[in-house]
């Protein structure tokens, strides 16, 4: 009864907590697991790895003590039987090392057995006789009656140590095997303490989450079960219903507050949607109707070019009908009627390449019959003029106004060259002279014109062109550049999407 009880008392306070409380409480206890297991693990470590580092470190002592003691006793008969200066330092050496190893060995009567510590009591003792009987030996003449007695002592004395610290080294070994073995006995008991331990963890995680699924996700994929429901126009589903008393039970009460209320704008949202269906396909014919006419808008701003071509060209044909003979004249009418069945025979907004650069060629052939060496043209194209497309009759004029607006006021004339690259899937068209040009301020007159439209002061083919390159083209770009006295250079930017 007490523990029914208790469980109501937790959960009615599990479900009053907000949701970042339950997270907390959740990664709280998620956190202490991991801690716990941690230092479990660390304790396991310790409990281990110490005593068996100790156990190491103890048999290293021993065993250095027992090397020391041997070096010592081969480097004192090596110096008693050939007393050099070199077998000296070499004792000396020796001396040293067995007097640290002496002072080494553990001497802690709480932390070894009666026997080990017995005889490292007495090698302590009997090390400090014999270092005494030693250095007697090594200080008194060897000629001295006494001398021999005592230095066969001293090869006994070393012997007995010898032997101590075989035996000691005995006792390690089996003292630390018995502790050895004492830890593996105690570490075979913690696989099921370690069980036991996890399955408590394990099931205090499963039993939280089961927790937090009832109380966050279920309430969650209701309302999403839900509003899937909504979404296809069924807005009289059952009302949810959750035990929380957190943000997640006011969520639910204002979604169901909601629901209905939807409903009833739907409807009227439906209603309107079919309105503004209607005014968006008025929208889109008007839209259409309107591209129709900047289509013919830019078909007039095209032909707006051939009757002035046309009067240009006739004076030049005028003029060498009057200095050559017939055969000249008609090669000119011959180019001027290739130019003209071009312009009045293209419907469309966009040609080839190649055929505004042959427009272009019979164009300069005759501009050369009129102006002989005075002017010279050139063409640098390195793309395939049979693929890219350009707006129609867009180099003619340009070329024509580097001539007459540049070239033709130079008493030495010039040149005038058309340069043609791709990049970045655009065509970049370059038509440069080598005229006349123009100050800065006029520069800025001609920019200023070309951005407003005035044609007036832009000249019709500029104008022309700047209009039609930026009505057809998204980023298509008209750019005019020039120097006084140096020349003026235009460069358009033509994106080809196929």
Request: glycine fraction near 4%; proline fraction near 2%.
């Amino acid at each position: 009864m007490g523990i029914n009880t208790c469980k109501k008392k937790l959960h009615a306070k599990w479900i009053s907590l907000t949701i970042k409380k339950k997270i907390e409480v959740f990664t709280g206890v998620v956190f202490l697991i991991i801690f716990v297991s941690v230092m479990f693990d660390i304790w396991i470590l310790n409990y281990s790895l110490n005593d068996f580092k100790m156990i190491l470190e103890e048999n290293s002592q021993s065993s250095d003590f027992m090397d020391a003691i041997e070096a010592e006793s081969s480097c004192f008969k090596a110096y008693i039987k050939n007393p050099s200066e070199e077998n000296q330092i070499q004792m000396e050496i020796a001396f040293d090392l067995t007097s640290r190893a002496v002072l080494k060995l553990p001497y802690d009567y709480t932390s070894m057995n009666v026997k080990r510590y017995a005889k490292t009591w007495s090698i302590r003792n009997n090390y400090e006789t014999y270092v005494k009987k030693r250095d007697y030996v090594l200080a008194i003449n060897d000629e001295n009656q006494a001398y021999i007695n005592e230095l066969y002592k001293v090869y006994d004395m070393q012997e007995y140590l010898q032997d101590y610290a075989r035996i000691l080294m005995r006792y390690t070994l089996e003292e630390g095997n018995d502790v050895y073995l004492g830890k593996v006995q105690n570490l075979r008991r913690v696989p099921p303490i370690v069980l036991v331990v996890g399955i408590l963890l394990v099931s205090t995680m499963i039993s939280l989450a089961s927790i937090m699924n009832k109380t966050l996700i279920l309430p969650i994929m209701t309302l999403v079960r839900a509003s899937k429901k909504i979404a296809s126009n069924d807005f009289f589903v059952e009302d949810i219903t959750v035990e929380n008393q957190d943000e997640m039970g006011e969520l639910v009460k204002a979604f169901n507050k909601m629901k209905y209320a939807t409903g009833q704008y739907i409807t009227a949202l439906e209603e309107k949607r079919k309105m503004l269906d209607l005014l968006h396909k008025e929208e889109l014919e008007k839209i259409e109707v309107e591209k129709h006419l900047e289509t013919t808008n830019l078909e007039l701003l095209k032909s707006q070019i051939n009757p002035h071509f046309l009067f240009n060209t006739l004076n030049v044909i005028a003029g060498m009908a009057k200095l050559e003979d017939a055969a000249t004249t008609e090669k000119m009418i011959k180019a001027l009627s290739t130019i003209f069945r071009y312009n009045l025979k293209t419907p469309e907004t966009e040609v080839v390449l190649a055929q505004e650069l042959q427009v272009v060629k019979d164009y300069m052939f005759l501009q050369q019959m009129r102006f002989g060496n005075r002017i010279s043209f050139d063409i640098d194209c390195k793309v395939d003029v049979n693929t890219v497309m350009v707006p129609t009759f867009s180099f003619q004029p340009l070329v024509e106004n580097s001539i007459i607006h540049g070239l033709s006021k130079k008493e030495e004339g010039g040149k005038v060259s058309i340069r043609i690259r791709m990049k970045s899937k655009n065509i970049l068209i370059t038509i440069a002279d080598s005229g006349i040009g123009m100050s800065e301020e006029v520069l800025a007159e001609l920019r200023h014109a070309l951005k407003q439209g005035n044609t007036a002061k832009t000249g019709i083919g500029l104008g022309n062109i700047y209009k039609r390159v930026h009505g057809m083209y998204v980023d298509g770009e008209v750019e005019i550049f020039s120097k006084n006295n140096i020349g003026t250079v235009v460069r358009i930017k033509i994106p080809q999407i196929k």
